[in-house]
């Protein structure tokens, strides 16, 4: 998020009317905690328990609709226009059997018509895409919002039909971002006025509003987004706009575990965390938080909450300012997809040329997980393969060196994530003894001390995941040894 101290500063006074409210509270839910009727159904129970307080809620796309939106751009641009269209076609079924069956009958022809207007839009967008035979990152953002444009206004009727005096806000006019396409930042100061603006007097009104995650604007109005899964940050930036009492990211797990529970049904929930060490775990590949949320939250120390919203009685984990766990391990986490890339230079590399080259992956948007440089050699890793060879075209011309660029695929980061882990030796030499067969490699990911990172093919992701598991949260055994359990976690399930 950009840090517009001043800005900022002329929030705070602002803001004397919106003091801390006890009363905020910022309830962003998931795809999958809004994929179908029962989901949503959930959601009003959970919305209608806050009774008391004033909740804003914040959605995600259906579960999937983001990736089929995905799909469907890319096939447009590759000229496969009936199956892009098709594809866009189910998902407008989805949302309006959704419509109907969620949707008083008063409200449903507005609603409808709202869908059918949104989903013109999109059909002729793709036509765009096709005639341009390209999904450049400004369309691909505006294609992408689409999802949340569609689920917001969804879920806000459904609420109304339950009885609950919901408001629907586009987020587009309230997050304002910089242009930087697919992972767009918030400009803090104007989205903090239009929120406490917009969102503020519905909230002084008893009125429940409903925004859609991830997606945002330019001061001009170009649709951006805050990158994958930034429904969250979402969440994060709404709360400390409203000086919120706690924003609560309603997913589709118990909370934050000691890994993903995908990799490993051994995984347990994390009760406590500070802030930083949750954004490190979001920042090293635990998909349960996008890595930007916390910092909003952390600013303004407001609580987060990560919590299952199919049993919504569970405690999940909660997420402060000071937590000791006592640990030395608090999870494990696992990051795919990623390449890794070695980039060669026969007349050596300075810190200007790495700089050089730094800036043509940021130019092209590819975050850089890591970075080594050795005589005449970068390596890095990224997450993406995309844009390498368009980087590769545009190296060539950096200060007329000759590089040599070749990658790997199907690589994968698995971190040990604990505070100070790489101060302690004896953890990293017991690690190192039992992953030796699995030819992982370290890499040193960045400056912070809390994580060993390890980089293994793709394909021994889980078994690598199961074995530190093992090592460092043995089954029910309540050893304190080696970070194992503490009253810091909970058994799952
Ligand atoms: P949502 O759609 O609610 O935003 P996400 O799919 O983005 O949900 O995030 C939830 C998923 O994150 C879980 O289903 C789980 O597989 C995955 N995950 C990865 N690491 C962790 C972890 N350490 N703790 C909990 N869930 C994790
Ligand atoms: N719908 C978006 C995605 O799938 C944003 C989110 O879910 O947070 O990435
Ligand atoms: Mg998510």
């Excluded at 609709?65 to 590759?78: F, I, S, W």
């Excluded at 987020?171 to 918030?186: E, F, K, L, M, N």
Aim: glycine residues 10%; charged residues 25%; aromatic residues 4%.
């Amino acid at each position: 998020m950009s840090g517009h101290l001043d800005g900022h500063r002329a929030g705070l006074e602002r803001r004397s009317r919106f003091d801390r409210s006890d009363d905020v509270v910022v309830m962003k839910f998931g795809g999958t905690s809004v994929e179908d009727a029962a989901a949503i159904g959930r959601v009003i129970g959970i919305v209608r328990s806050r009774n008391g307080s004033q909740p804003v809620v914040v959605v995600s796309a259906l579960a999937g609709v983001t990736d089929q939106l995905q799909e469907a751009g890319t096939a447009a641009a590759k000229g496969h226009l009936g199956s892009a269209l098709a594809t866009v076609r189910g998902i407008y079924v989805r949302h309006e059997g959704l419509a109907d069956s969620l949707v008083g009958d008063s409200a449903y022809g507005a609603l409808d018509r709202e869908l059918r207007g949104e989903f013109r839009e999109l059909e002729s967008l793709l036509l765009d895409l096709a005639a341009a035979g390209r999904l450049d990152p400004k369309s691909q953002d505006h294609l992408l919002g689409f999802g949340e444009c569609f689920s917001s206004r969804l879920v806000k009727e459904a609420l109304c039909r339950a009885g609950i005096d919901a408001e629907h806000v586009d987020a587009r006019t309230c997050i304002v971002t910089d242009a930087r396409h697919g992972q767009a930042s918030a400009v803090w100061d104007v989205t903090e006025q239009r929120l406490q603006e917009t969102v503020s007097p519905l909230l002084e009104r008893g009125q429940v509003p409903v925004l859609g995650g991830f997606i945002a604007s330019t001061c001009d109005g170009v649709p951006t987004t805050l990158g994958r899964g930034g429904s969250d940050f979402t969440a994060a930036i709404v709360g400390a706009a409203l000086c919120a009492s706690r924003v609560e990211i309603w997913t589709d797990v118990d909370g934050i575990m000691t890994t993903d529970p995908k990799l490993c049904s051994d995984a347990r929930v994390i009760r406590r965390l500070s802030f930083d060490e949750a954004a490190e775990l979001a920042h090293c590949g635990a998909k349960v938080l996008h890595p930007a949320t916390l910092a909003p939250a952390m600013r303004q120390n407001i609580p987060v909450y990560v919590l299952n919203s199919r049993r919504p009685e569970g405690q999940g984990t909660e997420i402060v300012g000071r937590v000791k766990t006592g640990n030395a391990v608090i999870a494990i986490t696992a990051k795919r997809k990623v390449a890794a890339v070695e980039i060669e230079s026969a007349q050596g590399v300075n810190s200007e040329l790495l700089q050089a080259v730094y800036a043509v992956f940021d130019r092209h948007s590819c975050p850089v997980d890591a970075m080594t440089t050795s005589l005449g050699r970068i390596s890095l890793l990224v997450g993406s393969t995309a844009a390498l060879p368009a980087i590769t075209a545009e190296l060539r011309g950096v200060a007329e060196v000759s590089w040599d660029v070749r990658w790997e695929n199907h690589k994968a980061l698995v971190c040990l994530v604990g505070e100070n882990i790489r101060r302690q030796p004896e953890l990293a030499s017991r690690v190192f003894a039992s992953v030796s067969d699995m030819d992982a490699c370290v890499v040193c990911q960045d400056a912070s001390d809390r994580a060993i990172s390890f980089l293994v093919e793709e394909s021994k992701v889980e078994e690598l995941v199961r074995r530190l598991h093992g090592i460092f949260f043995p089954r029910r055994e309540p050893v304190r040894d080696w970070g194992g359990l503490s009253s810091a976690y909970c058994q799952a399930g």
